[in-house]
């Protein structure tokens, strides 16, 4: 729709909205502020994100939001993903400020996949995961499964297909006191209303890590605070947004 408008305005008008979007890219670029562990680099701040828009919450270079920083920092210092082993890694929903980073590191080992998105390498269903038991070292899924009406399921799947002593970081919007669902409810509106998005089908609560259980996983809870001192934190804009690290294996 904005899109829409703005061609509807006349050419120099367009053209110095062009010029204050660069102006603000420009301003927020440069300086040292804010600093991202995904890639690397610094600006002034992070841009703003979000249906109803966060501010300080995007790298303005390669677009990681406050969890994906939080992910890539507990990725480096707390799991064995960067070490050199060959590894089979299974990511759900490939994110693009990951994607290219990690297929880099992992080579060959690496494989994405989607219900939806005719990117990723293979089209999965993960309540019906077409690979052997014990099959991925790895497995990452971040903010899919308050999207599949049998996440239970689907945990249950990828328990099956990770490999003993295998690990898997299962991320989900933490919204709700308790973990709210009604599988009689289509209406993108209504569900809008009641689970925050027209495509969610529930809410998570502080018992989503019940549910790891019940699928047979072990888990860890790892927060901001676990890895990085408060100025740091700070610097990486690692706020109440980034959520928490759900860190599950199986032994």
Aim: aromatic share 10%.
């Amino acid at each position: 729709m904005i899109r829409t408008l703005l061609r509807l305005l006349p050419e120099y008008v367009r053209k110095s909205i062009r010029s204050s979007i660069s102006l603000i890219y420009s301003t927020n670029r440069y300086g040292k502020g804010r600093w991202c562990p995904v890639c690397g680099r610094d600006s002034r701040k992070f841009g703003k994100f979000g249906i109803v828009p966060r501010e300080d919450a995007m790298c303005i270079h390669c677009g990681a939001l406050e969890r994906h920083r939080l992910v890539w920092l507990f990725f480096q210092q707390m799991t064995n993903l960067f070490d050199g082993t060959p590894k089979i890694m299974l990511h759900i929903a490939p994110e693009p400020c990951f994607e290219p980073r990690l297929r880099e590191k992992l080579r060959q080992g690496y494989i994405t996949a989607d219900l939806m998105n005719s990117h990723a390498m293979v089209k999965m269903d993960i309540t019906n995961i077409l690979y052997p038991d014990n099959y991925f070292d790895i497995i990452y899924c971040s903010h899919v499964l308050e999207h599949v009406q049998d996440d239970k399921k689907a945990m249950r799947e990828f328990y099956r297909v990770l490999k003993q002593n295998g690990w898997a970081i299962l991320l989900v919007p933490i919204t709700a006191k308790a973990t709210f669902e009604d599988p009689s409810i289509h209406d993108p509106s209504e569900r809008q209303k009641l689970f925050g998005q027209e495509d969610h089908v529930r809410r998570y609560g502080a018992d989503y890590i019940e549910r790891l259980h019940e699928a047979g996983f072990k888990v860890k809870v790892s927060q901001a605070s676990d890895l990085s001192g408060p100025k740091n934190i700070v610097r990486m804009g690692l706020t109440p947004a980034s959520g928490e690290i759900y860190y599950c294996y199986k032994t």
